[in-house]
């Protein structure tokens, strides 16, 4: 009986070993990375261009070399920010017109590592907003503060000339293109994307845990 229980034992410690191998083998949950398109854009770019941190020069270089990444996609979805959290920030109406009585606003969008909670990288800081015209019906459906995933058509960044520019309520034109500065957080660099202007916006609200 004593042989019996002795194995019993030896098989249990076995089996709790194992569990606790594997366990130690799980990657924590915060250590998982999700696959961001904006993440490894930028990864490819500062690996192309270690020293970009290095001078006001260099990180105009960098910034120069996203904005003509990002301009390759005007007139079509955009890729690196679709599966990217963006908090609804605000909205301002637009005056309305002789030619429509329809109510239009034009709705901001923030992306950054406070703004959405959503830290891309310890190497370098992200941040930019995007701009969207939506008629009242759909702004209605927006809540404050909340969370979305949104696609729609890459406009350009906002800017004033005549085929792509884009006017705010006040009549005036918003020019706002990618830049690289210093982090405030350590010497990496602190990207700031601009302001993207996205055509016919549809989002989807992420549910909080």
């Known amino acids: 009986m004593g042989t019996i229980k002795s194995i019993t034992f030896i098989v249990c410690c076995l089996l709790l070993a194992g569990c606790m191998n594997n366990a ?37 270089i960098l910034a120069d070399t996203l904005k003509s990444k990002f301009q390759c996609f005007r007139g079509h979805s955009l890729p690196y920010i679709e599966d990217l ?33 959503c830290e891309l990288s310890d190497k370098y800081e992200t941040t930019f907003q995007v701009f969207a015209i939506l008629d009242k019906e759909t702004v209605a459906t927006l809540v404050d503060g909340a969370l979305y995933h949104i696609k729609g058509t890459f406009r350009d960044f906002a800017n004033n000339s005549a085929e792509t520019g884009f006017k705010l309520p006040s009549g005036k034109c918003l020019v706002d293109y990618p830049s690289v500065g210093v982090s405030a957080f350590g010497d990496k660099p602190f990207i700031d994307m601009g302001t993207l202007v996205i055509d016919s916006l549809s989002f989807t609200q992420i549910k909080q845990q």
């Open 24 to 60: 130690s083998k799980q990657v924590p949950q915060h250590e998982q990375q999700e696959k961001y398109a904006l993440r490894e854009m930028l990864d490819s770019c500062l690996q192309a261009q270690p020293n970009a941190n290095n001078n006001d020069v260099t990180r105009s």
């Open 85 to 117: 959290p963006f908090q609804y920030e605000m909205c301002l109406k637009y005056p309305q017109t002789l030619e429509t009585d329809i109510e239009k606003y034009v709705v901001k969008f923030g992306f950054g590592d406070v703004t959405s909670k």
